[in-house]
């Protein structure tokens, strides 16, 4: 197990002289023969490589395209965080859309100094597995990061034109001082597919375990799985989800019918979901990154905004009426994910990921109720503060991050049987999947049938950074966001939300792809802009 994942960083001290001299390095310059001399250089090399990824799954990596999609609305007291993108305002000098571009092409160097160094190295037999180790996560890395910039700054993927549509830049070497320009489509995916063909050919003996901290070829086939779904090649998606599902390795959660607490809640010692994202304990997770609570820490994602300033203010107040959990998170779901999406009572996804609090915006005298994602509540584990309120702890968001779930591939099996008009398998799949999160089985036929996977695809993988990306495949815009209300139950006044967010976005948007950052065009002129942001 990775229990030691160190961010490796390489200082370079000059000495300070009078007189120029001509064959001293840069300031800036990194000498990777130096750094990179035996497998022990390698090693604290692959566990920066491991570090790093596990800071890419939540944060600023899913928050901005959730908040640009149509399953959040923005609270008042969201502080602006990534409004551009909420009201479809972003610019190319934006700082997110600046900060997020290069993060992952300082992270490619990282993935190619790896690449690059490591194969010249003279190693025993005994060091050959591990090196294969150490090169397999590299070129997982490297696919990865490639990929999460395609989806976003590259052209959506079409086989008939992908040699003419341009893709991203391709770091392939942490020595060049060229500016790369942007490669086309078909040699981007091809890079990322014959990078994830190399991964899982060198981390084949890695073993397959459900939780799994390593990356196996396993969560290189559900990373290449996600690659094809986006390429629109279902039958490549559909056959390599399916050979994920056959092995049997990741069961779904058994059907569970829900326990409620005394206050109305699921007991996460009770239920596996629950126990699968609060507790960081489950079958389903294909590769979960090794988190610890003092120093392996990944990057989170505030969406449940634990308000400790207002519930210790009236908990000190002792008015009963107006103590409990408050939260002040930046976005809440919609009406639509609470009303439509988990209309049905007998999904008990819906516990572990909502819970029904008070807020407040300024005023701490003035407060409504409504509901706020827990998905990304934290393991107590990992929490420094305990407390009476949110399950007897403040939730900090410490959680390990899951990026790759057996779940996903049923949908993507599901989507894919369906395009390849195979009803059947797509019926199976997709039944299979709500069997588990304890909804009744489907018998719908056509576009139905579409809706109620897509609606499916929503509900499981709700703010985990897919929804933007699938609204674009998808051809479907970003239209009214509701605020959420109930008949008879509750209703969450207007004030309680930032205005000025309403937008009518048409499937055709050039926004549905970001621009490249202003600070790289003006210094790389290879890299040409995306259309409708010149």
């Known amino acids: 197990m990775k229990t030691n994942k160190i961010l490796l960083g390489v200082l370079l001290l000059a000495a300070v002289v009078q007189s120029c001299n001509l064959d001293k390095d840069p300031a800036d310059y990194i000498d990777y023969g130096a750094a990179y001399r035996n497998m022990q250089d390698a090693k604290k090399w692959d566990n920066g490589i491991y570090s790093t990824l596990r800071g890419k799954f939540g944060g600023g990596y899913i928050m901005p395209q959730e908040a640009q999609a149509d399953m959040l609305n923005a609270h008042a007291a969201f502080n602006n965080l990534y409004a551009e993108f909420h009201s479809w305002t972003i610019l190319p000098e934006s700082n997110v859309i600046q900060e997020i571009y290069h993060s992952y092409y300082a992270a490619l160097i990282d993935a190619n100094v790896v690449l690059t160094r490591l194969p010249e190295l003279q190693v025993n037999e005994a060091e050959k597995p591990l090196r294969d180790h150490y090169l397999g996560n590299a070129y997982f890395a490297r696919a990865f990061y490639h990929f999460n910039l395609a989806l976003r700054w590259g052209t959506p993927y079409a086989a008939a034109t992908a040699d003419k549509d341009l893709g991203v830049a391709l770091a392939l070497d942490p020595l060049s001082l060229e500016k790369p320009t942007r490669a086309t489509n078909a040699q981007t995916y091809k890079l990322i597919l014959d990078d994830l063909q190399k991964a899982e050919q060198l981390l084949s003996d890695v073993p397959a375990k459900v939780g799994n901290s390593e990356i196996s070829a396993d969560a290189v086939r559900a990373l290449r799985t996600r690659v094809y779904l986006y390429m629109d090649d279902m039958d490549n998606a559909f056959r390599e989800a399916r050979q994920l599902i056959d092995k049997a390795v990741y069961p779904l959660i058994a059907p569970y019918v829900a326990q409620l607490d005394a206050h109305n809640r699921i007991d996460p010692r009770e239920d596996a979901f629950a126990q699968m994202w609060f507790y960081d304990n489950g079958a389903e997770q294909i590769w979960q990154p090794y988190v610890a609570k003092e120093n392996e820490i990944p990057t989170t994602t505030p969406l449940y905004g634990a308000d400790l300033s207002t519930t210790t203010y009236w908990d000190e107040a002792n008015q009963p009426d107006r103590m409990g959990d408050y939260n002040k998170p930046p976005y809440v779901p919609t009406q ?85 008009n195979n009803t059947d398998d797509a019926l199976k799949y997709l039944n299979e999947l709500r069997a588990s999160r304890g909804l009744s089985a489907t018998d719908l036929t056509g576009e139905k049938l579409y809706e109620e996977i897509k609606n499916e695809r929503a509900r499981e993988l709700a703010f985990e950074g897919f929804r933007l990306w699938d609204l674009r495949r998808w051809k479907q815009g970003v239209g009214k966001r509701p605020y959420q209300a109930a008949d008879g139950y509750y209703q969450v006044p207007a004030s309680f939300y930032a205005g000025g967010f309403s937008v009518d976005i048409k499937p055709d948007n050039h926004m549905f792809v970001w621009p490249f950052p202003l600070n790289e065009t003006l210094i790389n002129r290879g890299i040409r802009q995306n259309p409708g942001w010149e």
């Open 336 to 420: 639509t994910v609470m009303n439509t999406l988990f209309a049905d009572g007998k999904d008990h996804r819906a516990l572990s990921l909502f819970e029904f609090v008070k807020t407040t915006v300024n005023d701490m005298n003035v407060s409504t109720q409504l509901y706020v994602i827990s998905k990304f509540k934290g393991n107590p584990n990992y929490a420094t503060l305990t407390s009476t309120h949110w399950g007897g702890y403040v939730p900090n968001g410490n959680q390990a991050p899951k990026p790759f779930r057996i779940a996903e591939q049923y949908l993507i099996a599901a989507e894919a049987a369906y395009r390849l």
